[in-house]
C-alpha cells in the first residue's frame, strides 16, 4: 500500500506565500518523478510543475519564476514553494509520484487527496 499526503493549503492574500508538501508512505522501492497538478470546479486538472530524482524541473508556463518544486529523496517528500500568489492560482492542488512498489516489476501513478489553496482578498 502507498498513499500521498498533501498539506500545507490554506487562504491567502493576493502577492502572499504558500508552501505546500507531500509525503509519500508506506511499501516503496523507488519513486521517480513526482510533482503537482491543480483543478478548478468543473475543470480538468492541469499540470503545475514535475521534478526529477536528479532534481530536473519542469514549470507551467503560468506558474514559470513564481513556483519552485523541490524534493527529499531520503523523505519521500516534494514541496512546492508558490510566491507571488494570484488569485486564478486559486484550486485544489493535487501531488503525485511514479511509485515502484516493494515486489513489483513496473511503477504506478500514485496520487494524494488534494489540498485547496485560496488566494483572495
Known amino acids: 500500500q502507498v498513499q500521498l499526503a498533501e498539506s500545507g493549503g490554506g487562504l491567502v492574500q493576493p502577492g502572499g506565500s504558500l508552501r505546500l508538501s507531500c509525503a509519500a508512505s508506506?511499501?516503496?522501492?523507488?519513486?521517480?518523478?513526482m510533482g503537482w497538478y491543480r483543478q478548478t470546479p468543473g475543470k480538468e486538472r492541469v499540470f503545475v510543475a514535475t521534478?526529477?530524482?536528479?532534481?530536473?524541473?519542469n514549470y507551467a508556463d503560468s506558474v514559470k519564476g513564481r513556483f519552485t518544486i523541490s524534493r527529499d529523496n531520503a523523505k519521500n517528500t516534494v514541496s512546492l514553494q508558490m510566491n507571488s500568489l494570484k488569485p486564478e492560482d486559486t484550486a485544489v492542488y493535487f501531488c503525485?509520484?511514479?511509485?515502484?512498489?516493494?515486489?513489483?516489476?513496473?511503477?504506478?501513478?500514485?496520487w494524494g487527496p488534494g489540498t485547496q489553496v485560496s488566494v483572495s482578498s
Open positions: 508506506g511499501t516503496i522501492f523507488s519513486i521517480n518523478n
Open positions: 521534478i526529477t530524482t536528479d532534481n530536473i524541473t
Open positions: 503525485y509520484g511514479r511509485i515502484k512498489r516493494s515486489g513489483w516489476t513496473r511503477p504506478n501513478d500514485f
